[in-house]
């Protein structure tokens, strides 16, 4: 079994920050890409900020400039800075990864159950 396990979501003001932590446990063997995606009510789920295992990232043009996405590979743990918030960023965030549980098993992707964010005006 694989869990993603998110944490640090809440309400903050505009213009707050907050930091969103996910954490990967179980049997794994290797972890390629970690991603943070959200989705508001009545919209569809949308890719926020990817990491891969290198280190290389990308980002919604939407939060260009004011999120950092960064991963402990020690950790299995993939963190979602968020500053300057805005009203529009609010949602339910939700961790992704592609996992590969054994040398012998293909890569899966795998969810978290997502933490609610909050912003308001």
């Known amino acids: 079994q694989v869990q993603l396990v998110e944490s640090g979501g809440g309400l903050v003001q505009a213009g707050g920050s907050l930091r969103l932590s996910c954490a990967a446990s179980g049997s794994i063997f290797s972890i390629n890409a970690m991603d943070w995606y959200r989705q508001a009510p009545g919209k569809q789920r949308e890719l926020v900020a990817a990491v891969t295992s290198g280190g290389s990232t990308n980002y919604a043009d939407s939060v260009k400039g004011r999120f950092t996405i960064s991963r402990d590979n020690a950790k299995n743990t993939v963190y979602l800075q968020m500053n300057s918030l805005k009203p529009e960023d609010t949602g339910n965030y939700y961790c992704?990864?592609?996992?590969?549980?054994?040398?012998?098993?293909?890569?899966?992707?795998?969810w978290g159950q997502g933490t609610q964010v909050t912003v308001s005006s």
């Open positions: 992704h990864a592609l996992i590969k549980r054994s040398l012998v098993t293909a890569i899966r992707d795998y």
